[in-house]
């Protein structure tokens, strides 16, 4: 059972927490790893599915030893990124980008991990016997502090390069972490990273589908066969079969990066290589500022044979309003004519 807790003094022991709100942290945690897992051995060359494959064994054992105090999830740390750089440089290919492994120095590379987790296994014999206080007068923050920067000036460039995808969608999720982290109460002030994800996901995907829906259900009213796919749950190669079935379709999508969501674009890619035609098609998109997944979605459909998107078309601004909803009303009966 959890109880009240100060969470301003820190929590020692995250079974206080209860089952519940462990596993929250524990996705959370997962969330904040699981993507320095997957990146630092693609910018060090590295076997992903190793890497992965030795985060799973390692939170296991960590689980066992701590005794689940501590929903934590193990992955790569980004501290060692400029060690491998000195040792095991990335190699350019063809086109001159380092995206070549250095398979010659990586072994010694990963013995210098290997004996850093020697390290910390001398570390943790001292913090265990002479206790942390002692230990970390040697660790002050005027330590510790260059050495993060450090390390997050390094992580820059791919951080920048992440963000241009969509810089609006990158400021939400950053936006909506530093105002739960400073301002928040109880679960929220430790839950900033899985509420961020979930804030910046519902803003780019949420409004979008339910406009879908919306639509779906206007046309179902108006006695035509009904069939929803989301790009972003199911493989494109079945929505490429299901739009051979039926005669007309609409296509809703968010903005992204000036044009439309990654998903739809490998969609409308598909169904020209298997040379869909003669469809008509009702287009719905959605955006904060410059709205543009509609210009971009239509300008792919004329270059596919017969393909007619028809001339209005619903423009949604983040969330759905009233004119929206009669707007998509309109444009299913526009479908259906």
Avoid at 205 to 217: F, Q, S, V, W, Y
Avoid at 278 to 288: I, K, P, S
């Amino acid at each position: 059972m959890s109880q009240n807790i100060d969470y301003s003094k820190g929590i020692y022991d995250a079974r206080q927490l209860g089952a519940g709100r462990m596993l929250i942290l524990g996705v959370q945690h997962m969330f904040a790893m699981f993507g320095a897992t997957v990146l630092v051995p693609l910018l060090t060359g590295l076997s992903v599915s190793t890497t992965l494959l030795c985060a799973g064994l390692g939170t296991l054992l960590f689980h066992f030893i701590t005794k689940g105090k501590v929903p934590a999830f193990l992955g790569s740390s980004f501290a060692y990124l400029g060690g491998f750089s000195i040792v095991a440089p990335m190699l350019a290919d063809a086109d001159g980008n380092l995206t070549i492994a250095n398979t010659q120095m990586l072994p010694y590379a990963c013995a210098g991990v290997a004996f850093s987790g020697l390290v910390y296994l001398a570390v943790s014999l001292l913090i265990s016997t002479f206790g942390i206080r002692r230990i970390m007068r040697f660790f002050p923050p005027v330590v510790t502090g260059p050495i993060i920067i450090a390390i997050g000036l390094i992580l820059a460039p791919s951080a920048i390069s992440n963000c241009q995808a969509n810089w609006l969608l990158a400021f939400v999720a950053l936006g909506t972490v530093i105002v739960c982290n400073i301002w928040g109460k109880g679960m929220v002030k430790i839950l900033p990273i899985l509420i961020g994800v979930l804030v910046a996901y519902a803003g780019f995907h949420g409004h979008t589908a339910e406009a879908a829906k919306l639509l779906a259900e206007k046309l179902h009213a108006l006695g035509e066969t009904v069939e929803v796919i989301d790009l972003n749950r199911v493989h494109k190669s079945y929505a490429v079969a299901s739009a051979f079935k039926f005669d007309r379709m609409a296509l809703c999508a968010a903005t992204y990066d000036g044009a439309y969501a990654p998903a739809m674009e490998a969609f409308l890619s598909a169904l020209k290589l298997k040379g869909l035609q003669g469809r008509t098609v009702a287009l719905v998109e959605n955006g904060t500022w410059a709205p543009m997944a509609a210009k971009q979605m239509r300008a792919a459909l004329e270059t596919m044979k017969n393909m007619q998107a028809l001339d209005q078309q619903v423009t949604i601004r983040s969330a759905m309003n009233a004119k929206n909803r009669e707007e998509i009303e309109e444009l299913a009966k526009k479908l259906v004519m």
